[in-house]
């Protein structure tokens, strides 16, 4: 199983950027799925999620700037950002809790994608 993100780029505060992470491989299904971010020199963290009921929590600092989506059918999700501001700058991870066999579940990650707010 892979998980591959897409859409990290340099943008001005203020703007917006979408990632995009896909799931691939040996698939039996797709519990939670959700974005991470790391900073230099800080802790990861947990930016938002979605179960594959429909369900999303988001990090108090991304509230009403972010909305995290989820296509199903194509084992994908996806991060709007608006308003971007500088502290947002980070290595975004895609994150899922796949079941690859109706037994075996696991955690798996995506390689990041750097995001960079700054004028």
């Known amino acids: 199983v892979q998980l591959l993100e897409s859409g990290g780029a340099l943008v001005q505060p203020g703007g917006s950027l979408r990632l995009s992470c896909a799931a691939s491989?040996?698939?039996?299904?797709?519990?939670?799925m959700g974005w991470y971010r790391q900073a230099p020199g800080k802790q990861r963290e947990l930016v938002a999620a979605?179960?594959?009921?429909?369900?999303?929590n988001y990090a108090d600092s991304v509230k009403g700037r972010f909305t995290i989506s989820r296509d199903n059918a194509k084992s994908m999700v996806y991060l709007q950002m608006n308003s971007l501001k500088p502290e947002d700058t980070a290595v975004y991870y895609c994150?899922?809790?796949?079941?690859?066999?109706?037994?075996?579940?696991?955690?798996?990650w995506g390689q990041g994608t750097q995001v960079t707010v700054s004028s």
């Open positions: 994150n899922a809790d796949i079941w690859t066999t109706r037994w075996l579940n696991s955690d798996y």
């Open positions: 491989g040996s698939i039996f299904s797709i519990n939670a």
């Open positions: 979605a179960s594959n009921g429909g369900s999303t």
